[in-house]
């Protein structure tokens, strides 16, 4: 397949995952399992991605030793990486399943020197040129202002690449307000996150927050709901996704693969209404398993065709 997909992890991490059958605080717990990964919801994205059969590559900075052994996993899984190198090591996240509880420990990360956010601008300007799409995921790291995404979006902009954004709290919100002049292809909110966007939590009325003016520059937004599937505002309508009731193992995760799945179903279809069918049939597959970020392709076909889409508004009507 031809089309190439960069994904932007900037604050990407090592997740470890020790399942401790009987965890206890406060006692020494022994562990003979443990599993290590490259984390961080851009590379979920570029995992699936990958499965999906897009040609991607992985930027971002990484650091230190831990930053090596990242490229170095992501190599074993045969993905193309372009990071650059921060002298600020690459962050751990720690997760402890128990049979009761799951208890998570998520360093925020060390703050990068002052030049990184220059650097990586730099970096990124000259190797979008190669991609068709770009997606930019997940939180900024320590020493990047909130407008940092909208300097990214500048650039793909000038570059005409399409961007899909999936990212929240006052990222998000500088990213919205600030991009009039240059929006972002798809923003993928779940529900508490465009209620933030909107200031406007108590409203249940998903029509009224998707006709937010202040998002009406914004081609394509996905508010993506869980097991209840998902609404699409493009620029001419509403349409309501509805998904099969399935057996749910792990759905974190499901946001990041339906974001790959909305990248790929572009690549087949062209269509934004098109694409979030496969999105959403990547969101669902990836919540049948206990990998997070990992779907199975022998599933993927079936559950597409079982995604339904209904127009439930014209736009402005
Ligand atoms: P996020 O992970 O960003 O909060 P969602 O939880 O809305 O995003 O999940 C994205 C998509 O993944 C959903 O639109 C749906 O297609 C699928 N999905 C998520 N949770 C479930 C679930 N419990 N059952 C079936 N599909 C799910």
Known sequence: MSHKLLTVTLNPAIDIN??????????????????????????????????????????????GHFGEWLKA?????????????SPVETRLCIAINSDHSQTEILESGATHPTEMPQQFLAHFAKLIT???FITISGSLPK??????????????????????????????????????????YLIKPNSEELAMLTNDSASR????????????????????QGAEGAVLRTKEACYQYTIPKIKVVNPVGSGDSSVAGFCYGL????????????????????????????????NYQHVLSQIHCTKVAQQHD
């Open 18 to 63: 020790y399942p401790i059958r009987d965890f206890q605080i406060d006692k020494v717990q022994r562990t003979k399992q443990s599993f290590k990964s490259a984390g961080g919801k851009g590379l979920n994205v570029a995992r699936v991605a990958h499965l999906l059969d897009l040609n991607v590559c992985c930027t971002g900075i990484v650091g």
């Open 73 to 85: 996993d992501l190599d074993r899984s045969n993905m193309a990486h372009q990071f650059i190198s």
């Open 130 to 132: 190669d991609y068709d």
């Open 143 to 184: 020493g990047f202002d909130t407008m940092y995404y909208v300097r990214l979006l500048e650039i793909a902009h000038e570059a005409q690449k399409k961007v899909c954004m999936d990212t929240s709290g006052d990222a998000l919100k500088s990213a919205i307000l600030h991009s009039q002049h240059c929006p972002p």
């Open 205 to 224: 009325d998903v029509r009224a927050i998707l006709t937010a003016p202040h998002l009406a520059h914004i081609p394509n937004i996905m508010l993506s």
């Open 267 to 298: 690549a087949q279809t062209q269509s934004p209404v098109e694409a979030t069918k496969y999105a959403m049939a990547a969101g669902v597959c990836n919540a049948m398993e206990h990998r997070t970020g990992y779907i199975d392709l022998t």
